[in-house]
């Protein structure tokens, strides 16, 4: 247990729905990832905040997904009309910086499995 | 963009064996270097961090090497046992700041057979 928890640890969902995870990092980390992970792949970088600012999204963000941080703690992202490419595993991370930037290793949550039927 | 790639896909071996997990990555200018290990079904655990100022990193059986300047990493496992069948991965940050994109390769499948 890396102390990021994720919640659910599965979903299964009809296409066309809408799905919501949440993620628990670790209370004094002030960075969040959210990463989505294929089968045979590595995980591949959706976007990130810095407490409650979202500083960067991949282009594999569409404009179904959003992500928020609200208080600077606990995330969500949510899929809108889910398709059913968008079965992965998604992967929440958090970790500490320092002003400079810091050099701290990242911890990864047990990820949210989502099924697209 | 960072590129990394990993060597072998998979590799099957027999207990007690040595072994070495290759990683590469096409932009040097990195903080740092994690070595993941992950079974299957389950999340990601982390083994080793290397910074960028060390060459080596070591953690019980495990020992990480880092060559920033010829973008490769290597994960050398000794005495394998079959609990360490799992899928390992390699990630790097995106430039010189661990603050944005982490990018990983596709990951090396170990079979450790008894």
């Known amino acids: 247990d890396t102390g990021v928890s994720q919640d659910p640890r599965h979903k299964i969902t009809k296409r066309g729905q809408n799905v919501t995870f949440r993620c628990d990092p670790i209370?004094?980390?002030?960075?969040l990832y959210w990463y989505r992970q294929t089968l045979g792949q590595g995980p591949e970088f959706l976007t990130y905040f810095q407490n409650e600012a979202q500083l960067e999204k991949s282009r594999l963000l569409s404009d179904r997904f959003s992500a928020e941080r609200p208080k600077g703690s606990f995330s969500t992202l949510e899929i809108q009309r889910t398709e059913q490419g968008d079965s992965a595993v998604y992967v929440c991370?958090?970790?500490?910086?320092?002003?400079?930037?810091?050099?701290?290793?990242?911890?990864f949550g047990p990820g949210t499995r989502l099924t697209v039927t | 963009k960072q590129e990394v790639t990993q060597i072998p896909a998979a590799l099957s071996v027999p207990e007690g064996e040595n072994l070495v997990l290759n990683c590469s990555f096409t932009d040097s200018a990195i903080y740092n270097l994690q070595w993941f290990r992950q079974d299957p079904g389950k999340g990601l655990t982390s083994l080793l961090l290397i910074q960028s100022s060390q060459r080596e990193q070591t953690s019980g059986r495990l020992n990480a090497s880092l060559d920033k300047s010829s973008g490769r990493s290597t994960l050398y496992i000794a005495a394998s046992q079959p609990g360490d069948s799992a899928t390992y991965l390699c990630?790097?940050?995106?430039?010189?700041?661990?603050?944005?994109?982490?990018?990983f390769g596709t990951g090396t499948s170990l079979t450790v057979i008894p």
């Open positions: 990630a790097v940050p995106e430039g010189s700041d661990t603050g944005n994109q982490f990018y």
């Open positions: 991370a958090s970790r500490q910086t320092s002003r400079g930037g810091g050099n701290y290793e990242q911890y």
């Open positions: 209370s004094e980390h002030n960075r």
